[in-house]
């Protein structure tokens, strides 16, 4: 800002401080509901024979893994198939995020067009289809 550009009366300064802090706290209540409303707790993945999951926490780190025993005795293709949930995992929870960030910021930036750009289309259906249940 110029000095031709500063507001230098201190009403004007206050309002403007007012404002600034009111669309703050208006921004953060938009986030807890949003929050709350699509569960940004946690995300979980199940493998497509149900005998293994994945658990990621709110800040999407490795909170749980459940094997079956069962898959346990697949021992060849258990360590391939842990490492795709826990990418599908990784997915899911980037698009709940992607989706709340969105929310929040409205038009201004299109969060999920990069967040879709650079997730293989494959995995992102994958991810959709975990938040859809």
């Known amino acids: 800002m110029s000095d031709r550009e500063r507001p230098t009366d201190p009403e004007a300064m206050m309002r403007r401080l007012e404002q600034m802090q009111a669309e703050a706290e208006a921004m953060l209540a938009k986030f807890n509901e949003l929050s709350e409303r ?3 707790d946690a995300v979980e993945v ?6 293994i999951r994945v658990k990621l926490d709110a800040e999407g780190k490795v909170a749980e893994i459940g094997i079956d025993e ?3 005795r697949m021992r060849q293709s258990l360590a391939p ?4 949930l826990i990418q599908e995992a990784s997915a899911t929870h980037a698009l709940k995020m992607a989706q709340m960030a969105q929310s929040l910021v409205g038009d201004k930036i299109d969060v ?3 967040v879709n750009r650079d997730m293989p289309e494959g995995l992102r ?3 959709r289809d975990n938040l859809d249940r």
């Open 125 to 127: 259906d994958r991810a």
């Open 38 to 40: 699509l569960g940004a």
């Open 81 to 84: 198939t842990i490492m795709a």
């Open 46 to 51: 199940v493998s497509e024979d149900g005998r």
């Open 112 to 114: 999920m067009g990069l």
């Open 70 to 72: 069962y898959a346990m």
